[in-house]
Every structure is written in C-alpha cells, then in structure tokens.
C-alpha cells in the first residue's frame, strides 16, 4: 500500500512541475512569488542531510573490522573524482572549440551590473579558506551549520573511535542505528511536500526568466545539455559496465525518482539522503556509501567542469576575445579547483566562473551578464550530470574495494527487491541493529 502511495506522489510531482511552468509563463510575477515555497522544500531536505550523512559513515566505519579499508575507499574515490573530472573538462573543451557558441549576443549595462555581482561573490572564496572550512568551530557545530564536508569530518572521527572502542561500542552503534530510522522515517514525511516544492521552484524560475533569454540563449543550453548527455552515455555507462557489469539505463532507472526531484527543485540537494539509502539498498556497503558519497558531492564535480568549460568559451566568443587554448588550460583548472569550496551552494557555478574570469581574465567579466538569465537551467543539467556521476561512482569504488554485492543488484534493478520508500531502509522495523560483531563478517551486504 505504501508503494502505491508513494507511485501517486511522484505523478503529483510531475502534475505540479508542468503547472508550474504554466503559472511561471501566464503570470510572471505570480510566479516570483511562489519562490519561497520551493525555498521551503529544499531547506527541509537540508535539514535532514548532516544527520543522515553522520549516521551513515559511522554505522559504516564501526561496523569494518580494519580502519585501513576506510583509508582505502577514501582514496579510490578521490583518485577517481579527480579523474573524471578532468576528463569532463577535457569533453567541454572539444565540444565548446567545435561549436563555438556565442556569436552575435549583445551586452547590456543591465548585464555588465549582474555580471560584477557575479564576480564579486566568486572572490569571496579561495581554497585555503575552503580547506580551514572543513573544520567546525565545535563538534556539533557541524550540524548546525549545515556544511557537508564539516559532518564528514566529525563522523569519520566518531566512526574511528568507535571502531577503537571494540564491543564497548556495540551500545551506540545500536543507538545511533534507532536515530538513523528516525531520520530517514523524518525524511519519507518531508518528501510529502515535494508536489508543492516543485510547483514553485518551477513557477519562480520560468517566472523570472520567460521564454525570451530561452530563444535568444538557446545555442549554449542546447549544446551543454548535448555535452552532458555525451559524458553520462558515453563515458560513465561504459566504465559501469565494464567495471560492474551494471547497465546504467538500469541504475537511471532506478534513481529515476531522485533525477525528477533534482529536476523540479533545481537543487542536488533534495536527492543527496535519498541517493545514500538507495546506494546502500542496492547491495554497496555502507562504509563505501558513507564515504564515498558525501565526499562525491563536494569533489566529483563533473557537470560543473563541464559548465564552467562551455561557458568560458562561450563568453570569450560573445565578447569577441577569444580564449588561447593554453589560456583555456590553465583557466580552466583554476576554476575546477575553485569550484570544491562553493559545492552545494545555490548559483555557485556562475560565481565561480565570475571570479575565476576576475583573476585571469577581467576583461572577459562583463560577458558572464549574458547567461545570468539562463543560469538556473544549466544549473539543473550540472545537478543531474553530478548526481549521475555520484551514483557510478559509488558502484565503481564498491566493486574495486570487493564492498559491492552484484547479485543483490540483480535483484534490486530487476524490480524483484523494491526499495522501501517508508522507512528508505532495510531493516525490519521491529527489530534493533546489529551490532558490529554481526556486520563486520560480510560488509559487502546493506544493512538487509
């Protein structure tokens, strides 16, 4: 019964997208008005993510027998993250060379003015800050602050206190395995509001932006999208195949849910707690899952590489300076490491390519105004291109660690073991959790 209402909910979601994509084109200014309704919805989802994240990674660290396999899925992950997000940059460059977007697209002073904002907000970050970041000003600061890397951080040091702990732990783990289910339990009402959240998120942005800056713009969408596309299809769903012999239609399939929230809400965000139940539900260990997915969303970056790539050619193009390509190199790293510090925060793409033009480029600056408007909608494609990257990434570092049960898979994408959308977890509602002593002998398997 909970499935077929919860099947019920994502049709209100979709309803809800299309009606607010009306209201945002009839009515303009009714539209902006309904934005704080998909603010609402999105700082809910929030809410959940440093709990959630903090009972992930340390049910998971305390559960593995060896602290030296934590050590190990951490650095296949960032290995791999800066990778593929190199190659993403390397796709952007050809693309961007070869379609040469921005002919013929005038300045306003309107522009130049929302393009300094941009800029200015991209200088208000640099990497050593981004790096002092990661520590909270108190142990529970980092709940309260909301900062994912911060909440990574913490429960990996409760994870390997606990673990240093041995049976003494066994109680907390326990405890901290009831909060989990309170959380996500939290976390399956909240989803409740996702018709009215996307009604309008979507009013507002189509709202703000009108069909004019769709049409005149539309070259670099059309192209980002396409770029995009590329990078999943052809790029990341071979190297799942031939890694984990995992179709990656299946897994789309799968998360589908997940993309249609990212695509109504224009936030990552809203799929982040839900992409950690699904992963861990489809058979990859939670120590893999609490590891690799909170640090994906700060360093696997791919659709954001790939924006910031299009987007520097497609400005020096319609400024009529265009970009050597040894300019286009190192510009262009400079942004990919500037953008870590800015992951997950609303229009940090846009401010990153402002300030990264700012230090290397000041001239190219004003030409950011041209893709203010269009931002927000290149904005979801960087979502749902990261998002995707995440979630073979996670299979990837399961399979390579021996963390990842492809049987379990079969099933889960065959349809045979649905995923609980009431509890988003396993377990059975009655009973405690394992303790670590029960998990530890096979890591491979979620908490089922």
Not at 33 to 51: E, Q
Not at 64 to 88: D, R
Not at 270 to 288: D, F, N, Q, Y
Not at 434 to 445: F, I, K, Q, Y
């Amino acid at each position: 019964m909970s499935r077929d209402r919860t099947h019920y909910l994502y049709i209100a979601v979709i309803v809800a997208v299309i009606a607010g994509i009306a209201v945002g084109l009839a009515a303009p200014e009714v539209g902006q008005d309904l934005k704080p309704l998909g603010t609402a919805f999105v700082a809910l989802i929030k809410m959940m993510i440093s709990p959630i994240i903090f009972c992930t990674i340390v049910l998971g660290v305390g559960s593995v027998t060896k602290a030296a396999k934590v050590g190990k899925v951490g650095g296949l992950a960032l290995g791999y993250f800066l990778i593929m997000s190199t190659v993403a940059l390397a796709i952007g460059l050809i693309v961007g060379n070869l379609v040469d977007p921005g002919q013929g697209l005038q300045l306003t002073d309107e522009l130049r003015k929302a393009a300094e904002a941009e800029a200015a907000k991209g200088g208000e970050s640099d990497t050593v800050t981004f790096l002092l970041g990661i520590i909270p000003t108190t142990l529970v600061s980092a709940f309260t602050e909301g900062q994912v890397l911060q909440t990574l951080l913490v429960a990996l040091l409760t994870g390997f206190a606990l673990l240093a702990m041995g049976e003494r732990a066994t109680p907390i783990l326990n405890g901290i395995g009831h909060i989990q289910r309170l959380v996500f339990r939290i976390l399956s009402m909240i989803m409740w509001a996702a018709p009215v959240g996307a009604f309008g998120a979507m009013a507002a942005v189509v709202g703000a932006t009108g069909m004019d800056a769709l049409k005149s713009l539309g070259v670099i969408m059309l192209a980002f999208y396409v770029t995009c596309v590329i990078f999943v299809f052809g790029i990341l769903g071979p190297m799942l195949w031939a890694v984990a012999r995992v179709s990656l239609v299946s897994l789309l399939r799968y998360l589908a849910r997940e993309f249609l929230l990212i695509l109504s809400t224009s936030s990552s965000e809203s799929a982040l707690p839900r992409l950690i139940a699904k992963m861990e539900h489809l058979g990859v260990s939670r120590p893999v899952v609490g590891i690799t997915v909170p640090t994906g969303y700060s360093f696997n970056l791919d659709g954001t590489a790939i924006y910031l790539t299009m987007a520097t050619l497609f400005v020096a193009s319609a400024t009529g300076a265009p970009l050597a390509f040894g300019e286009q190199i190192s510009l262009l790293v400079f942004m990919m490491i500037a953008s870590k510090g800015a992951a997950g925060v609303t229009g940090a793409g846009l401010a990153t390519l402002a300030g990264g033009l700012q230090s290397h480029r000041p001239d190219l600056v004003d030409g950011v105004g041209l893709i203010v408007g269009i931002d927000r909608f290149m904005s979801e494609a960087r979502a749902l291109t990261n998002f995707a990257g995440n979630a073979v990434a996670t299979v990837l570092v399961g399979t390579w660690t021996g963390e990842f049960d492809k049987e379990r898979a079969a099933e889960v994408l065959s349809g045979r073991m649905p995923f609980d959308e009431t509890t988003l977890l396993d377990e059975d509602d009655n009973d405690p959790p394992p303790p670590p002593a029960e998990r530890s002998d096979d890591p491979a398997l979620s908490p089922a």
